[in-house]
Each structure stands twice: as structure tokens, then as C-alpha cells.
């Protein structure tokens, strides 16, 4: 009987979720001994040909990491679609837009500006940016032309199962191999989340938690955090309220907010819930000052967290409710 | 004037007050622009940021929000726990694009059939100066919601 056959592609993303499969250790050796890679471009060279050679379902699972940014990636994300049996969107990029998403915020001339024209370079020659079309003596280049919007994997494709996470946590990957190495049954498919939990992160959280209310926000340089104590309560804007549980804590359990890589919970808009959170331990807008007074001193307070659609949604801005910023006319 | 634009505006009102307000308002035959949709919430507090983000993008042009006088909440202070998420909801809208205009929060006790009103008028003025938002369709480039049927035929904005 041949082998199940396996995928791994990346999209708009940084190669860090590919490293993350290989931090599953040894396991990965019974994954190589199961399966039959036939496409993975971070490893082996194959080419998008050899994909299109195979038959339709041909590829018994794929992990797609990365968002929708271009072109191509909108056609590697179609053929592997049609290609795969199992397609798994695979970290945050893939889920929920994660960093390339963050681009939704403002225009494409606008970044391609910041990159190629306003950045400091030791090299003066370098100040191209990127055209789609270019002519040279042997002929006509194409590269991929970049989408004014970010858009995640299945808002382009139906997805069977998402991993979230930036990059998904080896012992959760672990988990998913495993049960389908041994053939165990996964949760019926159609955008169902494996590989993480289903409450906030904060329930994960050991650390203490006082309700106490803060009169402003601090960015993690600005303070050494007093162990053992939530750090949300003290000052730092820990997305844990609006993150998806699954991580364990890492991040706030050594000092550092947890910036919200797991997405939001099911049917939560990670950036509105993380909003209400904070809010919440606002203690500014005494009883005691008149309706005036009390709103400028609440709005001294948020005046202290600097960049909030940046930080409320550094993860999941491409899958948000309102999915992108309005800038003069968007042209979609 | 039947091709003025007409904004649409979702208004969460509260129980205790607003409502009692938008109520007295009409008994009380206030003349204001039927431009708001009410939606009564038993308290501002209960008003989700998500609530708002959803109205504007399902083709709400502003969102009202109408509570209760601080000091003066049945919920002792949900009103300023609304405050609270109003003014970092702002904050966050004005990086989306969104202008302070299109989400508003008034105080309007129940006698104040009057004063309700005029914040309906007023900030349908304000929207009329903005335009439509529009957001499926203008900036997330989906098909365009008909929200009269002659709109599409005219072709909208
Ligand atoms: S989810 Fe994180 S680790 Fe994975 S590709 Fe995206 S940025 Fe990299
Ligand atoms: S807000 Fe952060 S530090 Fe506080 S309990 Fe939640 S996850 Fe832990
Ligand atoms: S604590 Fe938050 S940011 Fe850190 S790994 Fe967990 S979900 Fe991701």
C-alpha cells in the first residue's frame, strides 16, 4: 500500500511555523517514516509543476502556513486546495493574518514607500520597488503582484482545520501528529480548531489576579514587572483576556504580555474583546469629579496605550470584524 | 429634498433613560430625523465594543450610543464603565479610518425627550457632511448591500 502523502507550503510568512514542526523532535522521524513528502518547499525542492501534476485530493495532508498577500499565494492556496484531502491552515499567518496582516492598516504605495523609499539604506542603488512587469534584454519578468488586502487562508479557500498559535506550540502540534499517525479520529473538518484550547488564556495563567485598577500603561521597556501578579493589572496590556488558551502562558509566565498569538476564542473579535478588557481595569473617572473631568482623566489614561489597533490586533486584524482600514478610497 | 442622503444610525439605547427618552419623544410629538434604528440594552455597559464594529460593518453610517447622567446609572456605574470603552474605541476608529463622528455617546435621562432628539438631528447633520460609509462595499470591496431598492438603481453614491 503507498504511503499517505504530505504537504507543507508557505505563504506570506516567515519560516517560522515550518521550524516549529520540526520542534515536535523525534516525532518528526515517525512523520517522515509515515508519510511521503511530495511537497515542501522549505525542505526539498519541488516545483509548483510537479503539484499540478498530481492528481486531484492527491495529497492526503497539507499544512499551508502564511497569509494571502499575493498573487501567488492566492494560487498556491487554490491548487493546494484542490490537491489536498486534508488542508490545514497552519499558524497564525494562515489563520488569522498575524504580522502581514498588520499591512491592512494603511495602503500598499504607502508600505512600498516606507520600504524602498523612506528607510535608510547603505545602498543608494537599491530604491526599486517592485513592479509586477519588468523588461529586460532576454525578455518580459513577472513577479507577483501584492493585494491591497491581506486575507487569510480561509477567506480565500474552505479550510478543514486550523492550528493557531505564531507558531503553533510543538507539544499541541505533537498532539495533532500523533492522533493522526495512530489514526485516532479528529473533530469532524470544516474550520474546526485543533491543537489549542477553548477558554481565555488567562485561565491558563498561574499568576495572581487582584482585580486591582491602573491609572495608566506602561510598553514592556518602561517596566520590570513584579513577578507572580497578572500583568495586565499592572499596566502592561496582556491580550491573555482575548487570546485563545493553548500556549500554557508562556509569555506571562517569564514577565513578557502575551500579545494575543492563538486568536481569538470562537465567534470573538480578539481586538473589540481585548478593548473591553482593558477598560475595564481603568480606574480613572472617580464618582467624586463632574461628567467633564471624568472623562478627561479616563482619556489621559488611554492616551498611555499607544497604538491600539496595532496592539489589540497584531494577530488577527485580516480576520477582524472590520478586517482593514478605510484609507481615502480603498480600491478593495 | 428626496435625494438627500439619509445615514443610517444604529442607536443602543438604555432602558432606564435613553429609552424612556426616545419613547417621550415620541409621545410628546418631537419632530427629529427618522434616521436612528433603536435597539434598547438594559444598560450602555452592555453595549460590546463587537456591537459597534458589527453596525458599522453592516452598513450602519454612525452609531449612537444614549445613557444615562453619570451618577444617575441603575447600574451604579455602568455608564462610565461605557465611558470607559468609548473613549479607547475612538481611539482605536480614528486608525481605521473612521471619523470620532460616526460613534457618538450622549447622556439622556428620561425627561429629556427633547435633548435626545436633537442629538439624533445633530449628528445626522454630521453624517450627511461625511458621506456614507459603506464599509462591505467601499472598503472591504464586497457587492454592494441595497439598502432602498431605488439606491442601486441610481447607483448609490
Ligand atoms: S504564524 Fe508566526 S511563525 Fe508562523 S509564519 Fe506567521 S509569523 Fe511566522
Ligand atoms: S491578563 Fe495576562 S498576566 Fe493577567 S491573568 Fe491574563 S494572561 Fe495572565
Ligand atoms: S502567551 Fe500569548 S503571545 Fe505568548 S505564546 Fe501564548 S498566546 Fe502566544
Same mark, same amino acid.
Not at chain 1, 131 to 150: D, K, W
Given at each position: ?18 521550524i516549529?514542526?520540526?520542534n ?10 509515515a508519510f ?38 492566492e494560487e498556491l492556496?487554490h491548487?493546494?486546495r ?10 497564525s ?20 514607500r516606507t ?16 513592479r ?8 518580459e519578468?513577472? +513577479? ?5 488586502t491581506v ?11 486550523? +492550528? @493557531?498559535?505564531?507558531? @503553533?506550540e ?8 500523533r492522533?493522526v499517525l ?6 469532524p473538518?470544516?474550520?474546526? +480548531?485543533?491543537g ?19 491609572? /495608566?500603561?506602561?510598553?514592556p521597556?518602561?517596566?520590570v514587572?513584579e ?31 502575551c ?23 481603568v480606574a480613572?473617572?472617580g ?20 497604538? @491600539?489597533?496595532?496592539?489589540f490586533? /497584531?494577530?488577527s ?8 482600514? /478605510?484609507?481615502a478610497d480603498?480600491?478593495? | 429634498?428626496?435625494?438627500? !442622503?439619509?445615514?443610517?444610525? =444604529?442607536? !443602543? ?10 419613547d417621550?419623544?415620541g ?8 434616521t436612528?434604528?433603536?435597539i434598547?440594552v ?17 452598513g ?7 445613557g444615562c ?6 447600574? =451604579?456605574? *455602568?455608564?462610565?464603565?461605557a ?7 475612538k ?9 470620532? &463622528? ?8 428620561a425627561s429629556? *425627550? ?10 445626522t &447633520? ?11 462595499q467601499?472598503?472591504? *470591496? &464586497?457587492?454592494p ?9 441610481? *447607483?448609490?453614491?
Amino acid at each position: 500500500m503507498p504511503r499517505p502523502t504530505f504537504a507543507m507550503y508557505w505563504a506570506a510568512s516567515c519560516g517560522g511555523c515550518e521550524i516549529s514542526l520540526l520542534n515536535v523532535g523525534e516525532l518528526i522521524l515517525d512523520v517522515d517514516a509515515a508519510f511521503d513528502v511530495v511537497f515542501w518547499p522549505c525542505v526539498a525542492d519541488f516545483k509548483y509543476q510537479d503539484v499540478e501534476g498530481y492528481p486531484d485530493g492527491y495529497i492526503d495532508l497539507c499544512l499551508f502556513n502564511g497569509a494571502i498577500r499575493n498573487s501567488e499565494n492566492e494560487e498556491l492556496a487554490h491548487l493546494l486546495r484542490r490537491k489536498s484531502k486534508t488542508l490545514v491552515a497552519f499558524g497564525s499567518c494562515a489563520c488569522e493574518g498575524c504580522a502581514p496582516g498588520l499591512a491592512n492598516l494603511t495602503t500598499n504605495a504607502a508600505t512600498i514607500r516606507t520600504v524602498y523609499t523612506d528607510s535608510l539604506t547603505t545602498d543608494e542603488s537599491r530604491t526599486q520597488a517592485p513592479r509586477p512587469v519588468t523588461q529586460v534584454p532576454e525578455g518580459e519578468i513577472r +513577479i507577483p503582484v501584492l493585494y491591497e488586502t491581506v486575507r487569510t487562508l480561509d477567506q480565500v479557500v474552505p479550510v478543514d482545520y486550523i +492550528i @493557531p498559535g505564531c507558531p @503553533p506550540e510543538a507539544r499541541q502540534i505533537a498532539a495533532v501528529l500523533r492522533a493522526v499517525l495512530t489514526g485516532m479520529p479528529l473533530p469532524p473538518p470544516g474550520g474546526t +480548531i485543533i491543537g489549542a484550547g477553548n477558554v481565555a488564556l488567562c485561565e491558563e495563567c498561574p499568576l495572581a489576579k487582584n482585580v486591582k485598577q491602573i491609572t /495608566r500603561f506602561y510598553r514592556p521597556y518602561e517596566i520590570v514587572p513584579e513577578p507572580g501578579i497578572c500583568l495586565l493589572e499592572q499596566g502592561l496590556v496582556c491580550m491573555g483576556p482575548a487570546t485563545r488558551s493553548g500556549c500554557g502562558a508562556l509569555c506571562p509566565q517569564v514577565g513578557m504580555r502575551c500579545e494575543g498569538c492563538y486568536g481569538p476564542l470562537d465567534g470573538q473579535d480578539q481586538g473589540a474583546r481585548m478593548l473591553a478588557a482593558v477598560a475595564s481595569v481603568v480606574a480613572a473617572g472617580g464618582a467624586h469629579l463632574d461628567e467633564h473631568a471624568q472623562a478627561e482623566e479616563i482619556a489621559a489614561v488611554m492616551d498611555t496605550l499607544v497604538d @491600539p489597533a496595532g496592539t489589540f490586533y /497584531r494577530f488577527s486584524l485580516a480576520h477582524s470584524l472590520l478586517r482593514r482600514a /478605510r484609507v481615502a478610497d480603498n480600491s478593495a | 429634498m428626496e435625494n438627500e !442622503f439619509q445615514p443610517i444610525i =444604529v442607536g !443602543f439605547l438604555c432602558n432606564w433613560c435613553s429609552y424612556r427618552a426616545a419613547d417621550l419623544a415620541g409621545t410628546a410629538r418631537i419632530r427629529y430625523a427618522p434616521t436612528m434604528r433603536p435597539i434598547r440594552v438594559m444598560c450602555t455597559a452592555r453595549v460590546e465594543p463587537e456591537f459597534v464594529l458589527k453596525a458599522l460593518r453592516e452598513g450602519a453610517d454612525g452609531v449612537l450610543i444614549a445613557g444615562c447622567h453619570p451618577g444617575e446609572c441603575h447600574y =451604579v456605574e *455602568g455608564n462610565i464603565k461605557a465611558l470607559r470603552r468609548f473613549i479607547l474605541l475612538k481611539a482605536m476608529l480614528r486608525q481605521f479610518g473612521v471619523e470620532d &463622528e460616526r460613534v457618538q455617546l450622549v447622556w439622556a435621562a428620561a425627561s429629556e *425627550g427633547k435633548q435626545l432628539a436633537e442629538a439624533v438631528d445633530r449628528m445626522t &447633520e454630521q453624517l450627511r457632511a461625511l458621506g456614507p460609509l459603506r464599509w462591505r462595499q467601499r472598503v472591504l *470591496g &464586497e457587492q454592494p448591500v441595497a439598502r432602498h431598492a431605488r439606491e442601486v438603481e441610481v *447607483g448609490g453614491d
